[in-house]
């Protein structure tokens, strides 16, 4: 009887070698069904085909060997050391193997198991290895996994080894192959545009591989399955932003617009004339936008989200933007004033602290359209607040506000275009994997004559002489941050806390004035403490990273960072982002524990590029820290690599794009299987969309 794919979602309990027991042992690795098990590709591999032959080793060889144990047993020595040793057997001879002190190895290697041992070969009484890691292969019951000298090693759990696992793979895989042809969704013309291979024969080869050259291929055959999905997940969102929901055409004539453009005191750069434009495009057409603005602190996003701002003024309606904190709201006012002054456009604040008379008069003028652009907080998306001709939402730092926040100033918008802004630079996989559902624009060019933050690393010797230095520099009338990884003293971490570090500050600058910023003190706190450092009231800031993205302080030009080494990339960069700000030249000081600094940390000190560090964070973390799949609602990744495989990511987003452009529903025959795989493995993530 022929075989149906719906086989392959029967429980794995069912399976040769699993049984109930080993079931519920396999559903801690997420391993529920027969497909779940085909999937669960090995995680690394133990290369025999490298393997010194045993006849061949001679003392001082580091080698790696594989071979039965034909003998094995623990012997005591006069110090009361207990060895355990293990003689090996391959096709060519005999080599002693110990372990000094590891007795109990006694207990789970026995005589017949076939083992990988890799270690240097010396001499005593006899050839004899001491192994730095060795791999059992097969027990003496089993035989051997795979025709192949390749041996898959397999995520395991307690109770069931990798080795278990192998032996129930390899008892049920020519089976499941068989299935899982019939799943196979990519024609043989579309396997060749990427440069891969089949869906059956790729799991063949990461189960099976005949050599480690086979297995890379494979893996990509399986990484593009699931960046095609993800891609899918997006252009199914994008689709419905531009085309279910009514969007606005601000298409009027621009008069206004390049008013404003032309009194600008500079040029644009030619990434903010890129972004502008692709910006503009959106704007005019009557599908609605929903694009993120990226770029590095300093670049320039403000005056491109600006000029958006007054195109949609000049058609008659309204722009919105939604800052995190009402510190940054108030900047953004400030900015947008100064550049929106040449035009007669005065943009209206609406956070939590414009209360009494002044807030009625501004919910009015905000109800009736009065109020071109207002600019405000989560105030903005509280009750009794409506916007009476809304055509453009800017959502500034959005990874900062919740999902119900997002959606309610969606919502309040009604047809409004949206532009999403973030500082925070990441590669542009990353962003494809994360934003895919966002059309993307990236000004990645600083403005000219912008002078590069002076990177310093040191050790803690070095401390002494880079306060000297901060002390010239506040005596010249600067301001400064000094950072600190936690709040309290604690005894897991030995690190310096910022509230014990404001006592020994305010000693060594008893002339200054200091003051304490971090994340529990209360929102009106911190919003004072801000403010009394914006006015210049406060010199030294002593700080935790809740400043990482806040206010801009021109007057700041020195950022040190204790314990430099217990941050992250990204993170240290965003710090470094507080300075600069202005026409002086600014530094940033990197402390680090220990004898040398860490990789991240040279690479910190070696760039100001935004994009750069976003790539190095992604090399040296790995995209599993940097994804963020439980904060976007995606599922995460877990065979493509978005380093290695950014060409399958934009042919898969290309192709995703072009197939729900065509058939949006994917009712059609050729495009039902591939609406049927949403739904069965991604119908949770797909939902997440409908809330931003």
Same mark, same amino acid.
């Given at each position: ?76 020595? =006069? ?50 290895? =001491? ?104 252009? =199914? ?247 600190? %990884? ?67 302080? %021109? ?41 040398? %600094? %860490? ?29 963020? +799949? ?21 042919? +898969? ?40």
């Amino acid at each position: 009887m022929p075989r149906n794919s719906a086989d392959l979602h029967r429980p794995v309990q069912y399976l040769k070698g699993v049984g109930p027991r080993r079931a519920e042992k396999l559903a801690r690795l997420g391993v529920f069904t027969a497909r779940d098990l085909l999937f669960h590709v090995p995680y690394r591999y133990e290369d025999a085909t490298t393997v010194a032959r045993i006849a061949s080793l001679r003392p001082g060889d580091d080698a790696t060997i594989i071979g039965r144990v034909v003998s094995k047993g623990v012997i005591p020595t =006069r110090r009361r050391l207990r060895i355990f040793h293990a003689v090996l057997k391959d096709d060519s001879g005999l080599i002693e193997c110990a372990w000094p002190g590891q007795p109990w190895l006694d207990n789970t290697i026995r005589q017949g198991d076939l083992l990988l041992a890799s270690g240097t070969v010396g001499f005593y009484h006899g050839r004899q290895m =001491r192994p730095r890691e060795h791999t059992l292969l097969a027990s003496g019951s089993e035989a051997e996994a795979g025709s192949g000298r390749v041996f898959p090693v397999y995520r395991a759990t307690e109770g069931l080894s990798h080795r278990q696992i192998r032996t129930i793979v390899e008892s049920n895989l020519d089976g499941l192959l068989e299935e899982v042809a019939e799943d196979e969704l990519f024609g043989p013309d579309w396997l060749r545009a990427i440069g891969t291979m089949p869906l059956p024969e790729a799991l063949a080869r990461l189960h099976r591989p005949d050599t480690l050259a086979e297995v890379e291929p494979a893996m990509r055959r399986l990484a593009y399955e699931e960046l095609f999905f993800l891609q899918l997940l997006h252009a =199914r969102a994008r689709y419905r932003y531009r085309s279910r929901e009514a969007g606005l055409s601000h298409a009027a004539p621009p008069e206004l617009t390049e008013r404003f453009l032309r009194s600008l005191p500079y040029r644009l750069t030619a990434a903010q004339k890129r972004a502008w434009e692709e910006i503009r495009a959106d704007l005019e057409s009557p599908a609605r936008m929903y694009r993120l603005l990226q770029g590095d602190v300093g670049c320039g996003k403000t005056v491109v989200a600006a000029a958006a701002m007054v195109r949609v003024v000049d058609c008659g309606r309204q722009a919105i933007l939604m800052a995190p904190t009402e510190l940054l709201a108030e900047q953004h006012l400030r900015t947008l004033a100064e550049l929106l002054q040449p035009v007669g456009i005065e943009p209206t604040l609406l956070t939590g602290s414009v209360t009494g008379q002044r807030r009625s008069g501004v919910l009015e003028e905000t109800r009736e359209g009065r109020a071109p652009v207002v600019i405000g907080t989560h105030a903005l998306i509280q009750e009794g607040v409506e916007f009476g001709s809304p055509g453009l939402v800017v959502i500034d730092e959005q990874h900062r506000f919740g999902v119900e926040q997002r959606r309610a100033l969606r919502d309040a918008g009604g047809a409004a275009d949206t532009l999403v802004m973030s500082a925070t630079p990441i590669p542009r996989s990353l962003a494809l994997a994360v934003y895919g559902d966002l059309d993307l624009s990236v000004i990645d060019e600083m403005p000219p004559g912008r002078k590069s933050v002076i990177t310093g690393i040191r050790g803690t010797g070095d401390r002494a002489a880079a306060f000297e230095f901060l002390r010239g520099q506040l005596a010249a009338g600067r301001q400064a941050y000094v950072v600190y %990884p936690l709040i309290d003293e604690s005894d897991a971490v030995e690190a310096a806390a910022a509230t014990r570090a404001l006592d020994e500050l305010s000693g060594l600058f008893p002339e200054f004035r200091l003051d304490l910023l971090h994340g529990r003190l209360g929102g009106a706190d911190k919003e004072e403490a801000m403010r009394r450092f914006l006015s210049g009231e406060t010199h030294l800031l002593v700080a935790t990273t809740v400043i990482e993205v806040g206010i801009d302080v %021109p007057n700041a030009t020195v950022m040190l960072i204790e314990h430099a080494d217990r941050f992250g990339l990204a993170q240290l960069h965003q710090l470094r982002g507080r300075v600069g700000r202005g026409g002086d030249q600014s530094y940033c000081v990197a402390f680090y524990t220990g004898d040398a %600094p %860490p990789d991240r940390l040279r690479a910190f000190a070696a760039t100001n590029d935004g994009f750069e560090i976003a790539r190095e964070d992604l090399r040296l973390r790995g995209q599993g820290n940097l994804f963020g +799949a439980e904060q976007h609602g995606l599922p995460a990744l877990r065979f493509a690599d978005l380093e290695r495989d950014h060409k399958l990511l934009e042919h +898969a987003r290309e192709k995703a794009r072009a197939m729900v452009e065509a058939d949006p529903e994917l009712s059609s025959r050729p495009h039902r299987p591939f609406g049927r795989v949403l739904e069965e493995r991604y119908a949770d993530h797909a939902a997440l969309y409908a809330v931003g």
